[in-house]
């Protein structure tokens, strides 16, 4: 078979989208007045930070030695947050191009999406990217990759994706060491949905891999054999980037079907499309266990059934996002929002904002927690009255840094309870392996890891287990009232400290109001911290002149008893700006 199926992978921002857009200008694939740079990048978010957050297939046509190949590329993100969108896209091949910058060499995401690779046994070409750099140190980068992965020199492809350098043999590596698709042993469909998205004409058009058979013709019926339902086919096709409809797609290729579906719900990414309903299912992906909690909340009340319905759309897009109905006596209904991350959090956000026009108020992320057995999201959900064991999320670090930097890291993991459990050496890379609470690393600790290293670091994480922590809840009362939303479960030993610095935020994020209004934060019953918002003050005695001090002093007595009748009815408006505060804290 004249295909080759492989995708790019790489840690994030060593240039595989512009390596892909090479691949599409040397293939005419793309032609010169639509071409445009990062081109499989269609997200306007993706334009906007210049990362990768959507896998991305196309189909290429090259002809090598008066022959015709159909090559089909899948673009993949490199962030760590995005790791599960790599899986799906790597189940769909039989090869990949593991890139690493020439100026950077092998960094977390590098190794891990390698080795995912090699797990499923696909072929991995290795090339070294931007040599064009006058900074790129070509022989360090080439001996990191033989002795991390065992490659052999002469295997190692030198590449620009800025210039074009070295695109075409690449090209000619692709077709010469990726095998072909495995020719089908029948002839009833069957095809593994890598992605999906939704259309208001179309229905649910899932991407597919044809692992058997032969997409049929327009209007036949297709089943969806893990959630047991069917649709038909509308339109069959490839993507070239944008979608080309075609009349045949057979086994080995990668395309898409309009299914007609017009709940997202029944066709799930990892499922199997046959013609016959009896046929066995495709072993599909693992399910991704989300590590982030958020609270979303409609910020308009009458808007919660149409942002439901986006969620629902955008869980399409994305199958590593979940949610569940939820209600605060703060904020009302919403959704407890789960995430691989903190930047998959902050991106699904701003997709829903941008691509659903959805206005949306954001609670403090958390971690689950396993309390007697019982998986608890919300910190509001834990009972401080009942003494309880509970247990927090711990995962394994691999950090990558030269060796420059190895006593600033090691302190601030060692600061977030992190434990020490390795460190190799790959030249004048150091990788760092430490164990450390899942809770310590979601909120800032990326940001410092970049800033102790000069951004040299790489990080990359895995789930280990649950284990016994000394955590108490802290919640924040605003005049009085508890505002369960802004609740956090923490290490007690750091309670009283970030009970401190939180009220402090608040204190200079919550407006001021016509009377004194109090912050407070507890653990059970017991007060904490406190700070108190300073009210506006109306000069009252401004008229007066001369006179008894008395008849100052009754003025300002009336003013307090009027204050005090307001602080009983007024209620405190509470910003998103409060929340996010916390966010960043």
């Known amino acids: 078979m004249n295909i080759r199926n492989f995708s790019i992978i790489a840690h994030v921002d060593h240039g595989k989208s512009t390596l892909a857009d090479r691949l599409l200008e040397v293939t005419g694939t793309v032609t010169g007045d639509k071409m445009k740079p990062q081109l499989l990048d269609s997200l306007a978010l993706e334009r906007e930070r210049g990362i990768t957050i959507k896998l991305a297939p196309v189909r290429l046509s090259y002809t090598l030695n008066s022959e015709l190949f159909t090559l089909n590329l899948i673009d993949t993100p490199g962030h760590v947050d995005f790791s599960y969108e790599v899986s799906r896209a790597l189940a769909a091949v039989e090869g990949a191009i593991l890139m690493v910058d020439a100026t950077k060499g092998v960094q977390a995401q590098t190794l891990a999406h390698g080795l995912a690779a090699l797990e499923q046994n696909l072929t991995l070409i290795p090339v070294i990217n931007k040599v064009d750099l006058p900074n790129a140190d070509i022989e360090k980068v080439k001996k990191e990759l033989v002795e991390t992965f065992g490659f052999l020199e002469n295997e190692i492809i030198l590449a620009s994706g800025k210039t074009g350098e070295g695109v075409e043999g690449l090209l000619k590596a692709i077709i010469e060491r990726i095998p072909p698709p495995l020719q089908p042993t029948t002839y009833s469909l069957r095809a593994l949905i890598f992605d999906s998205f939704f259309d208001a004409y179309k229905g649910v058009i899932a991407q ?18 893990g959630a047991k339902s069917s649709g038909q086919v509308l339109e069959k096709g490839y993507f070239a980037p944008a979608l080309a409809q075609t009349e045949k797609l057979v086994a080995g290729e990668i395309g898409y079907i309009a299914t007609g579906v017009k709940i997202p719900d029944l066709v799930r990414v990892g499922d199997t499309i046959s013609t016959d309903p009896h046929a066995q299912a495709l072993p599909g992906y693992k ?16 808007e919660y059934h149409d942002i439901k319905e986006a969620l629902e759309r955008f869980r399409l897009s994305d199958p590593a996002f979940i949610y569940e109905v939820e209600n605060s006596k703060a904020l009302g209904a919403g959704f407890r929002c789960g995430f691989l991350g903190l930047l998959h959090a902050e991106v699904v956000q701003e997709r829903l904002s941008g691509e659903f026009n959805a206005d949306l108020i954001a609670t403090a992320p958390s971690v689950e927690y396993l309390v007697d057995n019982q998986l608890i999201h919300n910190p509001a959900d834990l009972d401080p009255s009942r003494l309880q064991e509970i247990k927090e999320p711990w995962v394994k670090l691999q950090i990558f840094v030269p060796q420059t930097f190895i006593g600033s890291v090691m302190e601030l993991v060692q600061d977030r309870r992190g434990k020490f459990i ?14 450390m609470p899942l ?14 290293s000069s951004g040299f670091a790489s990080l990359d994480w895995s789930f280990l287990e649950f284990r016994i922590v000394d955590a108490v809840r802290v919640d924040f009362l605003v005049g009085g009232e508890k505002v369960d939303a802004l609740s956090i479960i923490i290490f007690r030993s750091k309670a009283e400290f970030v009970a401190r610095k939180l009220v402090e935020r608040l204190k200079e994020v919550l407006p001021r109001q016509n009377f004194a209004i109090a912050i407070q934060a507890t653990i059970g019953g017991t007060i904490i911290a406190r700070e108190t918002i300073s009210p506006f003050r ?48």
């Open 208 to 225: 597919i891999r044809v692992i058997e058979g032969e997409v049929p013709q327009n209007q036949t019926q297709i089943h969806f054999l």
């Open 422 to 435: 390795n460190m190799v050496h790959f030249g004048a890379q150091v990788e760092l392996s430490y164990e």
């Open 287 to 302: 399910q991704v266990k989300p590590m982030v909690f958020v609270g979303l909340y409609p910020i308009d009340q009458d």
């Open 439 to 452: 809770s310590e690393m979601i909120t800032d600790f990326y940001d410092r890891l970049k800033s102790v």
């Open 538 to 585: 109306k000069d009252v005695t401004a008229k007066l002149y001369g006179g008894d001090r008395t008849r100052k002093d009754k003025l300002l007595e009336k003013q307090k008893k009027g204050k005090k009748r307001m602080k009983m009815v007024g209620s405190v408006e509470i910003p998103q700006e409060a929340f996010l505060s916390i966010l960043k804290s």
